[in-house]
Nanobody, 120 residues
Framework: QVQLVESGGGLVQAGGSLRLSCAASGSIFSINVAGWYRQAPGKQRELVAQITSGSSTNYADSVKGRFTISRDNAKNTVYLQMNSLKPEDTAVYYC??????????????WGQGTQVTVSS
């Protein structure tokens, strides 16, 4: 079994920064593609940023230039550095990863979510 545990969320003023972490543990051989999604109240979950196994990245237009996704393969951890935060970034942020397990299968996992609140 594999677990994704997010951390780093919280309350911050507009213009501030937060760094989210997503640590994967369990029967992992490697992490393939990983991403951060968010869901604001009354809205659908949306992709924020994604990083491939080769560290290619893509971002939602709304966060380009402000957010940076990165990964540490040795620690099986994915990060999201969020700068210049805006009130509209307020949401629950979820980590998602396609994991290549020790059983040599690809399985999609989600974290439990971490709340990010940006005050104006």
């Amino acid at each position: 079994q594999v677990q994704l545990v997010e951390s780093g969320g919280g309350l911050v003023q507009a213009g501030g920064s937060l760094r989210l972490s997503c640590a994967a543990s369990g029967s992992i051989f490697s992490i393939n593609v990983a991403g951060w999604y968010r869901q604001a109240p009354g809205k659908q979950r949306e992709l924020v940023a994604q990083i491939t196994s080769g560290s290619s990245t893509n971002y939602a237009d709304s966060v380009k230039g402000r957010f940076t996704i990165s990964r540490d393969n040795a620690k099986n951890t994915v990060y999201l550095q969020m700068n210049s935060l805006k009130p509209e970034d307020t949401a629950v942020y979820y980590c998602n990863a396609v994991v290549f397990t020790v059983a040599r299968t690809f399985v999609d996992y989600w974290g439990q979510g971490t709340q990010v609140t940006v005050s104006s």
